[in-house]
């Protein structure tokens, strides 16, 4: 577990282990916690699968505590491998942000052949929450929304490819992977900024329906680390751009520690933060007073499993991007312009 030759890391006073070894130590501990937090919430779903649609988004996004983590863990222990595992890491986050998106339409509107009439039947607000004059319907919000947060597949992918490439053409000491490796920092935060704030914006419009499934804890849970590592990652990179850090005799702190290891630890251990956070947002306690109540059958965890890995649903959310442009766009259904089905008028429904 000790520190390469090329990291110029010397042992810490009075202590028999590098700084290196230290953030391993210590990264271990969290990745742990990490792990065995997710892995009882997942199992908690999975025994309890009674609503596939919801609880399939639910253990995505929860599946991307210890895939973070172990990648973060991962980077910290073979630094001369970040430059491949760390677009993992932001490939899934991506992933995980389309899956929170889809959770809210499942809590919205389930039906999918029935969207396009509830948007279009749904009276527009404006910013300050006001009816505008001249009310068309949401539809056309609803599909700028998808659209905002879908794309962060499209540049994420892309993202990635162009790191990969990028590690293979340049040398790690060339500034120009320094310069495109913080270009692309900044390109995946717009991107991952543009998403959320996506769902932000849908959160606000539906706050009063996704309150009785804690939508506003889940947004937060997850909002506030993904804006946090963008800015953390941004300022790394700018500091390693600029040479803001430079070793110095006795050299306790090695270029990679400051440069790979520190961001990567402390991802971690933001992590274990909000991993604490979704045992209240995204637990299964709702699920399991169905199943002991026996009002609705539950599927065996095999399948439950493997309808997770099922990537449909998304796929088919990509297709929609495109359909947005053109004329063929009701693929969730024809557009009706009638009131809204009892069964979806939630806002009547709270009122009363």
Known sequence: MGSSTTDYATKLPSVSITFHELLIILGIVACVVNCLIAVYLICGHLYHWVKPN?????????????????????????????????????????????????????????????????????ERRNRSGKKPKGDKGSLQWYRATWIRVFQILFFLIASTVTSWVLIALTCPLDSIRRTVKMVIS???????????LGIVMFERRFQHQLSQHHGLLKLWSFKAIVIIKIIQNILFDVHSKTGVFKPTPPYHISWNDFTIGLPEFILIW?????????????DSKAYKEMVYCGTVPVTPTWKAFL???????????VWYVFTCFTSSTFLEGPVSYQSLPVEYNTDEENKS
């Open 307 to 317: 309808t997770v890995l099922d990537p449909r649903d998304v796929f088919s959310g």
């Open 186 to 196: 900044i390109v995946q935060g717009l991107s991952t900024f543009v998403a959320v």
């Open 54 to 122: 919801e609880q399939r988004q639910i253990l995505r996004i929860t599946l991307w505590i210890p895939i973070t983590s172990l990648c973060s863990l991962f980077s910290i222990y073979f630094y001369h491998a970040e430059g491949h595992i760390y677009p993992v890491t932001t490939s899934y986050e991506g992933f995980a942000v389309v899956a929170l998106f889809l959770l809210y339409m499942e809590y919205i509107c389930p039906i999918p052949t029935e969207r396009a009439s509830y948007f279009n039947t749904l």
């Open 270 to 282: 933001e992590m274990t933060v909000v991993v604490m956070i979704f045992l209240q947002g995204y």
